[in-house]
């Protein structure tokens, strides 16, 4: 096959026909240079798209990896991941390069005979095993370069018709309740419990183990090291109880539109 040319004065048109012929001669490589994103996932009708993989209802781009079980009417979108261990319920959305069921970050030390100690009687770094799955119910939208790391001793899940906004990170263990919402740059440590209904802004970060109750706020960068109680608010470094101001949005208070 004679080499072929991507130039950037490609009409939106012009590359999904592109798109669409290098698919169907099998030129995976050049298929990503015109357009790393199915025309499916973006809405448009599935004649457009020769190649989309469909199962149960379901979409997946062709350059996610699927080891997982995909739910009925669900969406796996470009360069995401869902990892063996992983169940996606139906009616889920989940985004670009997001990674399911990776394996959790956990560690401990290890035998002292293994190599010359580090330190004072420090070993090196074992990795723990992450036996546990992932859990995404029905409804969940997880966003673009998310992680949601598989469990250790309980399976980390997604309850249904959660949000997950873009670039969070939810650690092993992790348990989240239903229609909460979690917004861009958050940081769910291991084993954290979120209760139903709750918000948690920005770029908040939560230690791991920490219980959040039915209902609560963690406001726009929080660092939360302590439980937070059913309907409760908290700001702050180290966060602490405050009253929601409901003009503030994301960092005050629930119940309004979200846009990070």
């Known amino acids: 096959?004679?080499?072929?040319?991507?130039?950037?004065?490609?009409?939106?048109?012009?590359?999904?026909?592109?798109?669409?012929?290098?698919?169907?001669?099998?030129?995976?490589?050049?298929?990503?240079?015109?357009?790393?994103?199915?025309?499916?996932?973006?809405?448009?009708?599935?004649q457009a798209c020769p190649c989309h993989h469909e199962q149960n209802g379901s979409v997946i781009h062709p350059t996610a990896y699927v080891e997982g079980v995909v739910g009925a009417r669900s969406r796996i979108g470009?360069?995401?991941?869902?990892?063996?261990?992983?169940?996606?319920?139906?009616?889920?959305?989940?985004?670009?390069?997001?990674?399911?069921?990776?394996?959790?970050?956990?560690?401990?030390?290890?035998?002292?005979?293994?190599?010359?100690?580090?330190?004072?009687?420090?070993g090196p770094w074992e990795q723990k095993e992450q036996r546990y799955g992932v859990i995404i119910e029905d409804g969940v939208h997880i966003g673009a370069s998310t992680c949601v790391d598989r469990g250790s001793w309980r399976d980390t899940v997604v309850g249904a018709g959660t949000k997950v906004d873009n670039l969070v990170h939810i650690a092993h263990n992790v348990v989240i309740g239903r229609d909460c919402l979690v917004i861009a740059h958050a940081m769910l440590g291991g084993s954290v419990e979120i209760g139903d209904g709750s918000w948690i802004a920005p770029h908040a970060v939560i230690r791991e183990h920490i219980k959040i109750g039915r209902g609560a706020l963690v406001a726009l960068g929080a660092?939360?090291?302590?439980?937070?109680?059913?309907?409760?608010?908290?700001?702050g470094v180290p966060a602490k109880k405050f009253q929601p101001n409901p003009a503030e949005g994301t960092s005050g208070a629930g119940g309004r539109d979200v846009a990070s």
């Open 78 to 122: 470009p360069f995401a991941c869902v990892g063996p261990l992983v169940t996606v319920g139906a009616d889920c959305v989940i985004g670009p390069s997001a990674v399911l069921g990776w394996e959790g970050f956990g560690y401990k030390r290890g035998d002292l005979t293994d190599r010359e100690a580090i330190g004072p009687d420090l």
């Open 1 to 46: 096959m004679s080499p072929r040319v991507v130039t950037v004065s490609l009409t939106e048109p012009q590359r999904r026909r592109a798109w669409r012929a290098a698919h169907q001669e099998g030129d995976a490589s050049l298929a990503k240079l015109l357009a790393l994103e199915c025309p499916t996932y973006r809405g448009l009708s599935k």
């Open 223 to 235: 660092v939360v090291v302590k439980d937070v109680g059913d309907g409760e608010s908290v700001r």
